[in-house]
């Protein structure tokens, strides 16, 4: 399972829901330093299908490193720092 985060595509989201008002254009009516970014709009910046993102973004959910808020029909993805700092930590004590 270690393995399967583990990919291009998916460290790029990482990278880019680090600071998401650089990356991403307002998505009404959500903020986003506070809630996210939708699937959608990474999916269109990434090129590629919706359903592809929907994928990982729900693979990064299952394994801690995002969190999903729900605003009206649209699910908004962003980092769970806190979380990934522990994950750092893990790895870095030789887990």
Known sequence: ??????????LTILEWLKD???????????????DGV????IAA???VPLALVETDLRLLVAVGV????R????AYYRRDEVRIAE????????W
């Open 87 to 94: 994950v750092a930590r893990m790895f870095e004590k030789g």
């Open 20 to 34: 998401p008002a650089t990356h991403f254009p307002p998505q009404p009516p959500g903020d986003l330093p506070a």
């Open 1 to 10: 399972m270690l393995g399967t985060p583990v990919g291009r595509r998916r």
């Open 66 to 69: 995002l969190r999903v808020r």
């Open 71 to 74: 605003i009206r029909r649209r």
């Open 45 to 47: 910046k990434l090129g």
């Open 38 to 41: 939708t699937a959608g709009a």
